[in-house]
Each structure stands twice: as structure tokens, then as C-alpha cells.
């Protein structure tokens, strides 16, 4: 019972994060942003998202399923950090309109992403290797926001 009540946690949290950053969606604001060439179409964000949650969930899940000790401390502090900083970047890119700050934010959530997965590979590698789709695509979106960024030098207008 303590795990399945551990792993309906994780994923709550998760949840908890995906919710919070999908009451910062796009709108008309992005629409009038110049965006690269390799944007994906909107329809994309969500099956890939849905997918990357659920990964970063169960990786979580496993490493607190590990033995008690301080690398397992560290990994599962690490897994908040990037849980949280994940949460912050839609705030800041749609909600507050602001594509420099998120740029900076994603860098620092990209460097909590390896931290945590690096921190898992010491207590459960399985969890470290479920988190190498959410590397990749937050690499993709660091590409994707700093290119924004370059083509949008001045703030749009809501």
C-alpha cells in the first residue's frame, strides 16, 4: 500500500506540474511571435508532453523506491528542482510573455534535468535512461525558445 500511494504521489505532483504550466497556453500573443521553421504544429505538444510526464513520474517513483541514503536524498531533491523549474517555464514564456526570461529559466532547468539524471544513475540507471526523452526535448526547446528569442528582439504586443 505505501508504494502505490508513493506512485499515485509522484504522479500527482507531476500532474500537479503539467496543470499549473497549462493555465499559461498560448494565445494570440504567441500566434504573432515569428517562430523557426521547425516548430512543431501545435498537436504535437501534448502527446509528447503526456508522455514525457508520465516518464519523469515513474522515474521519480523509482528512485524513491531505493534504499534510504543521501544519494537517494540528493536525486529526489534534484527531481523537485526540475519538477518545479518545469512548471515555471510556461508561466514565464506565455503567462508573463516573456521569452528571455524563460530562455534563462530553461537553461537552468535543463541543468537540473541532468543533475537529477545523473544523481539516479547512482541509486536506479533504469531511472536515469527515462529521463533521456525529456533531455532531448528540452534541448529541442531551449533551440526552439532562444531562436524566438533572436526573431522577436523587441516584446510583442498581447
Known amino acids: 500500500m505505501p508504494r502505490l500511494l508513493a506512485m499515485a504521489g509522484f504522479g500527482a505532483l507531476t500532474a500537479g506540474a503539467a496543470l499549473l504550466g497549462a493555465h499559461s497556453a498560448p494565445g494570440a500573443w504567441f500566434r504573432r511571435l515569428s517562430k523557426p521553421w521547425f516548430q512543431p504544429p501545435a498537436w504535437v505538444f501534448a502527446p509528447v508532453w503526456t508522455g514525457l510526464y508520465a516518464l519523469m513520474a515513474a522515474s521519480g517513483y523509482r528512485v524513491w523506491r531505493s534504499p534510504p541514503g543521501p544519494d537517494r536524498t540528493r536525486a529526489l531533491t534534484f527531481w523537485g528542482v526540475q519538477l518545479g523549474l518545469n512548471a515555471a517555464w510556461p508561466v514565464l514564456f506565455f503567462g ?48 526552439l525558445n532562444a531562436d524566438i528569442v533572436r526573431r522577436n528582439p523587441s516584446p510583442v504586443a498581447a
Open 96 to 143: 508573463l510573455q516573456s521569452p528571455r526570461a524563460a530562455l534563462v529559466e530553461i537553461g537552468l532547468l535543463r541543468t537540473s534535468i541532468d543533475a537529477y539524471a545523473d544523481a539516479a544513475e547512482k541509486v536506479d540507471p533504469a531511472a536515469h535512461w527515462m529521463m533521456a526523452p525529456y533531455r532531448g526535448w528540452v534541448t529541442f526547446a531551449t533551440l
